[in-house]
Each structure stands twice: as structure tokens, then as C-alpha cells.
């Protein structure tokens, strides 16, 4: 068959339409019958192929099938996609909230450059159906369909810098733009049943940063390195919750140990419906449920106690964060200033590669993102507030 494909290939090369003019005066006398023999010739050659292509495709197993059935479906629904529209329906859908302040007390404020301008009663800012999104301010918005597929796929910057055909700078401001987005997914999030919450911890790292204040870390667990034992204000504590039905959180809390505000603040509005809550033996938790009412049941696994009445367990909570670990591993160390970023995007990881087309998903979750560039600009003063004594 390659013989094939390459003979035909030089068929074609040989009588490309810009070489007509030039080979009729020597060999046609009529150049309307040099082109219809060409048509011809191109039209054997396209069934040729058409039955090659055919013959491949039945040899395929049930499965590559399947497969090959599911990336042509995902070509015809991408190539529909229009990242602005989607951002148009979200905000008409959302009653125009202010970006701002988040109140629904808006009124329409004339045009700017053609495009509707509202103003917000309460803080009285003016703003558009862009203002406060992640595409907002980008130069190249045309190119970001083609970049989300490399993203969702988990290249190096480098290389979707490469794929898309922009810089490795923009590739990595556009990286944390959407993952600014889909933070919105985890504020959304809303508790019941059994919800199970545990803590991890994170080496604080300042990778990318060439003015350290401190003595550069060696890779590996070094013998002359003095490591401080337990848990120390080189740690970060992220705080990770889920319940039975699958919804989680993962934020990033404070240094070293958590405490009481930490679990306030992380659970603040998602425990309304007033779920039973199992934990370990942290302090914390147990002042966190007695100020929200909630039943809760400690699991001390140290003490290889892992179930409880046959229900209260803490297994999931621990599987969730044994896959977060080995799931940062392909980055080769995150710096602590983006890990809430990277947590934003574990979160939801999941359900965008099991939904039929990820990236019309993941299209409508930054197109339903409206304070997005607005977290995206507070991740330096967040990460200060962290770091600070």
C-alpha cells in the first residue's frame, strides 16, 4: 500500500494545476482536456485511497473503534466552538453580576467600543461582559482552542508554546489564567452525607526563583542535610475534604500546623446542609465541628482503627490524597505560589476527561469563571499572606 501511496503522490506532483500552463503547449493541444484528465486522475487517486482508508478501519478491533469514533466526534463539536459566545451566554445567564463585588444590583450603562458597559449600583464600577474573565486582555484569543487540548493533555509549557504557536511565557500566564478559572468549581462546592476531611503537607518550594534567601535544597534525601522532624513552617498544609457522592476540595490553608480558623475558613458555606463529618484526631476538627453543630466520629488510624459502626471511615479522604501526590509527580515540583492553582486543577481533572467533549467542558467552566483574571492578578499577594511570619 505505500508503494501505492507513493506513486499516486507523484502522479500528483507531476500534474499540479500552477504546471499546467506549462507542459499543454508541448504535449495537449486543448488545455480544458489537460484539466479534465487531471480531475480524473485525482478523483481515481481519492477513491484509491477512500478504499485503503476503509479496509484499515475495518481491521481495527471493537475497541479502536470505539476510540476512533469518539476523536472524530470530538473534532466536529471543537471546531463549533466560539470561546466568546460561551462567555456571552454564561454572563446573560448570570443576571450580569458585578465582577467586582458580586451583587446582582446592575443596570446597562451605554456602549464602549461597541460592546454594552454596566454599572454596578452598590460599588458603583463600571464593567463588561469580559471584565474580570480569564481571556480578558489575552492578544492572541483565537489561538486558546488550540492551546486547551495540549493543556488538558498535561504537555510541558514548552511544548505547548510550541503546538499552539505563542511564546513559553504566554503559554505559562494562559496556563494559570484557566487554572484561576476552574477554582470556581471547588468554591461551588457543597457538602452532605459523610463528609471525610485530613491534611497533607507540601515542602515549601520557590522553584523558579533565582534570588533565594535561603540555602538552595539538594535533590533526594541527602545524609548531610539535617531534615527538621515533624511538622515545621517549611511545610504547607493543604486541607482536603471530600464526601461519598464525589465532591472535594483542596485548598491550600497555612504553614506548618492547621488550626481552627484554617478549617473555618476552608468549609465556610459548604457544611449548610449539615453533613456528619469523620477526621482523624487533629484538635482542629473537633472544634470545627462543635461551632457548626456537626456529628462527628475520630478515626485514629495510628491505633489501626479504620472503620467505624461499619460507615465512618476516613479511607476515601486518604485515596484522594495519595492520588493528588502521584498525580503532581509529572511536574517535577510545583512552586508554592501556584500549588493552589495546580490543586484547582486535580479537583476537576476527572470530570473533564470523562465528559464527551473535555474541551467544550472545560470551554464553559472559564467562560462561567467571572472573577477569574481578578484571582489570577491576587496569586502573588495571596502567596505573601501565606509566607508571612
Known amino acids: 500500500m505505500n508503494n501505492n501511496n507513493k506513486a499516486y503522490g507523484f502522479s500528483l506532483r507531476c500534474l499540479r494545476d500552477s504546471e499546467i500552463t506549462a507542459i499543454s503547449p508541448v504535449f495537449f493541444l486543448d488545455r480544458a482536456y489537460l484539466k479534465n484528465w487531471l480531475w480524473s486522475i485525482k478523483y481515481i487517486y481519492l477513491c484509491k485511497m477512500n478504499e485503503a482508508l476503509l479496509n484499515q478501519i475495518n481491521q481495527l478491533s471493537e475497541a479502536e473503534k470505539a476510540s476512533l469514533t469518539k476523536q472524530i466526534e470530538r473534532f466536529i463539536f471543537d471546531s463549533r466552538i466560539d470561546i466568546s459566545v460561551e462567555e456571552s451566554d454564561s454572563k446573560n445567564k448570570s443576571a450580569n453580576l458585578c465582577p467586582h463585588c458580586q451583587s446582582s444590583h446592575t443596570r446597562k450603562n451605554g456602549f464602549q467600543y461597541g460592546v454594552q458597559r454596566f454599572v454596578c449600583n452598590d460599588c458603583k464600577k463600571n464593567f463588561r461582559y469580559s471584565t474580570g474573565m480569564a481571556t480578558v486582555h489575552l492578544k492572541k484569543k483565537e489561538y486558546l482552542k488550540t492551546y486547551i487540548p495540549y493543556f488538558l493533555e498535561g504537555y510541558s509549557l514548552e511544548k505547548c508554546a510550541k503546538l499552539t504557536g505563542i511564546c513559553k511565557q504566554t503559554s505559562f500566564d494562559w496556563r494559570h489564567k484557566i487554572l484561576a ?112 453543630n456537626l456529628e462527628h466520629h475520630t478515626v485514629k488510624v495510628s491505633a489501626k482503627e479504620y472503620v467505624k459502626k461499619g460507615i465512618y471511615h476516613v479511607q476515601h479522604v486518604n485515596q484522594t490524597a495519595s492520588e493528588l501526590n502521584k498525580w503532581m509527580r509529572r511536574f517535577n515540583g510545583v512552586s508554592t505560589k501556584y500549588l493552589q492553582n495546580y490543586l484547582n486543577w486535580f479537583a476537576i481533572d476527572k470530570l473533564i476527561e470523562e465528559s464527551q467533549n473535555p474541551l467544550k467542558k472545560t470551554v464553559l467552566l472559564i467562560a462561567g469563571a467571572f472573577t477569574a483574571y481578578n484571582d489570577y492578578s491576587k496569586i502573588i499577594d495571596n502567596y505573601n499572606i501565606l509566607i508571612r511570619p
Do not use: W
Open 181 to 292: 478559572a476552574l477554582g470556581k468549581y471547588q468554591d461551588e462546592q457543597k457538602f452532605s452525607g459523610i463528609l471525610e476531611a485530613d491534611e497533607m503537607f507540601f515542602e515549601h518550594s520557590e522553584k523558579g526563583n533565582k534570588n533565594l534567601e535561603r540555602t538552595p535544597r539538594k535533590r533526594g534525601k541527602s545524609v548531610y542535610v539535617k531534615k527538621k522532624r515533624g511538622i515545621s513552617n517549611d511545610k504547607i498544609a493543604v486541607v482536603v475534604g471530600c464526601d461519598r457522592k464525589g465532591n472535594k476540595v483542596l485548598k491550600v490553608a497555612t504553614k506548618g500546623r492547621i488550626s481552627t480558623k484554617d478549617a473555618d475558613k476552608i468549609f465556610e458555606g459548604k457544611v449548610e446542609s449539615k453533613p456528619i463529618l469523620c477526621t482523624d484526631g487533629h484538635r482542629s476538627y473537633e472544634a470545627f465541628a462543635k461551632s457548626n
